[in-house]
């Protein structure tokens, strides 16, 4: 079992590093790049990440934070861009990024819009409704999502959590602007949310290397969140005396749905793949955001 996770991780880190972002923001502690060349420009708002690390994410309720990057992909030049979000409000529209001019087919840009039920529009934009790909999809409040859309030719891409939701061929942009805004849509300001880990990249990622970016940073966010042991078959996943004193619960989530309960506590018990461990100590331990 051992061999088998060091290899699953291998090849992530493989399908995954064979293509580098041309920007990267992780957001911990600071506003720059990773390289520390571009800054988003705003009032920063650090809250705690995905993975349980203080200060790794950044919150924007009702405010924006934009950033001039240069080499943005610009016209019909191919793109990924990922980001992860947790909205803390879905009744009203989030617009979680966006670049370019305000008009036909030269704006490049995400949102989700609001609901009242359990479904919401996820529209990739590109000013003019006949230029936008919109999907409907199951929207909650606290929860992180992934979000790739992917631009090559005449084909734009929507993925979450490393599936593909929605495809349009045909369609040509003519993208043209080089400042990224977090949380507005050209110069309108509407998000309640926590974002993370934005990578631009200026190819069109293929959907095997969507799915193994997605993998990747799900496995790191695991080894985040607890170091765990790889054991043997007749042992614990986690033994209580290993997480912050007595463990109250153990969960293990894959692609974002709780497949075991606390209950399920053996490694044998699983079949092969990257999982997200939820561990849940006594009241007095269990670390919230505020």
Known sequence: MKKLLLTVLFVSFLNVKAQTPIQEFNFNGTLNNTANTISFIG???????????????????????????????????????????????ISNANYIWGYGNPLNAQYCGLLQQGTTSSDSDLSLAAWGASNDVIVSTPLEKNIWYNYTITYEGANSKIYRDGKLLKYLDGMTRSTNGNIFRLGEINTMVGINADIDDLKIYNIALTTDQVRALYDSEMTSDLLTTASVKVKTANETIVAPNEVNGTVKSVEVYSQGQKIMGSNATNIA??????????????????????
């Open 43 to 89: 009032t920063n708002n650090f809250v705690t990440d995905r993975a349980g690390v203080l200060k790794g994410a950044q919150r924007l309720n009702n405010k924006a934070l934009e950033a001039v990057i240069d080499n943005l992909p610009q016209g019909k030049s191919s793109r990924t861009i990922s980001i992860w979000v947790k909205f803390n409000d």
């Open 269 to 290: 018990d699983l079949p092969e793949g990257t999982y997200l461990l939820k561990i849940t100590s006594t009241p007095l331990k269990k670390i919230t955001s505020k």
